[in-house]
Each structure stands twice: as structure tokens, then as C-alpha cells.
């Protein structure tokens, strides 16, 4: 009884600590000095991210590319993990593979991360290595914007669909810490585009120091009523 009231007070102020990141990531980010024209980085990273996005929300890809990627993550984060799994089976109508007791990054790990954006990386880099192109910068982070727009379509979709992963540990605490682990992507991601990784940082601090005050405000004003 303990053990279980323990379990589900931790389990709250986790939520309330997801809440309180995702917050301070918005804040932080509209505080973001971006260059988008005058960084052709970012511009083209921008670009493939709103090609993306509208491409895949008019026109949904093969469900069979998606449901892949989705299994291969679940099994890749077993083996990191150090979990046994079984056989990865995928078909149109979905995939499944056995993980022996899988934790939360486990089980969340297709919607936090961008699998087909991580292999655009790796062969980019590949293929940069042998073929030097001027084009090279345009095509690698257009490549990366699109691809994670990729991700997050598919993400929603997913999710909107009714996926047993959620149920597992909840889905309310679930869809917080997919929202918090894309938004941390995506801010440090444009952080490091515009050569501003440090004030990012700063930021994201100075936007939770701005949430305490406000919350220590409130108890304040609270408690002289009482």
C-alpha cells in the first residue's frame, strides 16, 4: 500500500516536472535569436522541416515503412538497454516484437526518436566522405528537416490512431514525455544550428527561474489570504 501511494506521488511530480520542462522549452524558445535567411543551415533545415510537414500531412506514406522503423526502434533501445527480445515481425496491419520487460524508454522510444533521421545522418556522412559537393550543406540539413518532419507526422498519426504503447504506463504521462523528449530535440537542435547552444541553455534556465517565481508569487499571495 505504501510502495503503491509512494509509486504514484513520484509518478505525479514527474508530470508536474515534465509540465514545468515543456513550459520552459516554449519560453526558451521564443527567446531564441534564430538567423534562418542568414544561415543557410538553418534556412534549409527549415525548409525540408515545412516541405515535410506539408507533404506528409496531404499524402500519408506506405504504412509498412513506418510500422519498420517503429519495431527497429523498439528492438535497437532493447539492445541498448540490455533487454532479450524475439523475432521482429512487420506488416501492413502493424509489427511486434518481444522485449523481455521493457522500461519506459523502451516503450516510447519510436515517438522520441527520429530513427529515419538518425540513418539520414549516418549515410550523409557517409556519402560526404567520398563525394565533396558544394550542394552537400543545402542537401544534408534539408535531408534532416524533412525527415523529422517525417517523424513527427507519422508521430501524431500514431498516437491519434490508439497505440497499446501508451497504456502501458499511462497516457497522460506518456504523451508528456514524448512531448517534452521531441521539444528538447528540436529547441538544442536549432540551438546548435545558430551557433547559440550557450544562451540556449541560459535561457531554458532563466525561463524555469521565471516559473519559480511565479509559482512562489502565487503560494505567497495564497497563503496571506488564508
Known sequence: MVRTFLRGLGKLL???????????????????????HGDHRLFAATAGLAGGLLLFFWWQPPTLFYVFGHELTHFLAAKLCGRRTGRLRVGRQGGYVHVENPNLFIVLAPYCVPLY???WAGLAVLV???FRSPWYGHVFFGGLGFT???????TVLAISAGQQDLRLHGRF?????ILAA??????????????????????????WAAQWRAVTALARAFSTRI
Open 14 to 36: 514527474l508530470m508536474a516536472a515534465l509540465l514545468s520542462l515543456c513550459a520552459a522549452l516554449v519560453h526558451a524558445y521564443w527567446r531564441l535569436p534564430l538567423n534562418v
Open 117 to 119: 533521421t538518425l540513418l
Open 128 to 130: 560526404h566522405a567520398w
Open 148 to 154: 523529422y518532419a517525417y517523424h513527427l507526422v507519422l
Open 173 to 177: 504521462f506518456s504523451l508528456l514525455v
Open 182 to 207: 521531441n521539444l528538447i530535440l528540436l529547441y538544442f537542435t536549432l540551438a546548435a544550428f545558430s551557433n547559440q547552444l550557450t544562451c540556449g541553455i541560459v535561457y531554458l534556465f532563466e525561463a
